[in-house]
T-cell receptor, first 112, second 115 residues
Framework: GENVEQHPSTLSVQEGDSAVIKCTYSDSASNYFPWYKQELGKRPQLIIDIRSNVGEKKDQRIAVTLNKTAKHFSLHITETQPEDSAVYFCAARASGNTPLVFGKGTRLSVIA | GAGVSQSPRYKVAKRGQDVALRCDPISGHVSLFWYQQALGQGPEFLTYFQNEAQLDKSGLPSDRFFAERPEGSVSTLKIQRTQQEDSAVYLC?????????????FGQGTRLTVV
C-alpha cells in the first residue's frame, strides 16, 4: 500500500519568511495530493491540492509542487504570518478504491 | 447539514467497555473514511466506505474494531472491550464522489479516553 513520508516534523520561521514542507510517496499510481492544515483541537482543513497532470499550483501565498518522477511533492508558504502556525499534513491517494494516506505532519511555528 | 458531524465530541470509557462513535457525512457524499489520530501524529487510516459498501478495512487495528454504514449515509465505528491504547481522536471524513481526486471534508472528531 501507499506510504507517505513528511519532513521536517517541526519548523520554526520568522514572520515574513518562507516555509517549505516536503513529502515523498511510494505508490507510483497515486495521482491526488492534498495538503491539510490542522489547528490545535480543530479538524483538518484542506488548504490546497494538486493532481498528477499538474506540476505546480498556486493560491495566493501558498503553492504546491509535484515531481512524479521522483515521487515527491512540496508545500511552499511565502510571507508567513502568525496565523499560519499549525500542523500541516500532506496526503496521497491512488484511486477511488484506495484510501487517502497521510504523512505524520509538520508543526509550523511562525515567530512574530 | 453544513458539514461532517461527529458525536459524541468527547467520550470517556472504562477499560473493557464498548463504545460507539457516530459520523453524519455531508448529505449526498458517496465516500466515507474513518481515521485514528493519536496525539501529535497524523491521521491513520482505519476503514473506507463507498455508499454502504466497505471497500477497505485493512487499517482496523484488531477485531475489536467494527464499522458499518448500512444505508450509505450515517456510519458507526464500534470498539469493543476498549483498551488504553485505543485512546485517540477518531476522525470521520466524507467526499462527494468515489473518485480519487475529490476533496475529503473532515468532522471535528471524537476524542476517546480509555481509563
Amino acid at each position: 500500500g501507499e506510504n507517505v513520508e513528511q519532513h521536517p516534523s517541526t519548523l520554526s520561521v520568522q514572520e515574513g519568511d518562507s516555509a517549505v514542507i516536503k513529502c515523498t510517496y511510494s505508490d507510483s499510481a497515486s495521482n491526488y495530493f492534498p495538503w491539510y492544515k490542522q489547528e490545535l483541537g480543530k479538524r483538518p482543513q484542506l488548504i490546497i491540492d494538486i493532481r498528477s497532470n499538474v506540476g505546480e499550483k498556486k493560491d495566493q501565498r501558498i503553492a504546491v509542487t509535484l515531481n512524479k518522477t521522483a515521487k515527491h511533492f512540496s508545500l511552499h508558504i511565502t510571507e508567513t504570518q502568525p496565523e499560519d502556525s499549525a500542523v500541516y499534513f500532506c496526503a496521497a491517494r491512488a484511486s477511488g478504491n484506495t484510501p487517502l494516506v497521510f504523512g505524520k505532519g509538520t508543526r509550523l511555528s511562525v515567530i512574530a | 447539514g453544513a458539514g461532517v458531524s461527529q458525536s459524541p465530541r468527547y467520550k470517556v470509557a472504562k477499560r473493557g467497555q464498548d463504545v460507539a462513535l457516530r459520523c453524519d457525512p455531508i448529505s449526498g457524499h458517496v465516500s466515507l473514511f474513518w481515521y485514528q489520530q493519536a496525539l501529535g501524529q497524523g491521521p491513520e487510516f482505519l476503514t473506507y466506505f463507498q455508499n454502504e459498501a466497505q471497500l477497505d478495512k485493512s487499517g482496523l487495528p484488531s477485531d475489536r474494531f467494527f464499522a458499518e454504514r448500512p444505508e450509505g449515509s450515517v456510519s458507526t465505528l464500534k470498539i469493543q472491550r476498549t483498551q488504553q491504547e485505543d485512546s485517540a481522536v477518531y476522525l470521520c471524513a466524507s467526499s462527494v464522489s468515489g473518485g480519487a481526486n475529490t476533496e475529503a471534508f473532515f468532522g471535528q472528531g471524537t476524542r476517546l479516553t480509555v481509563v
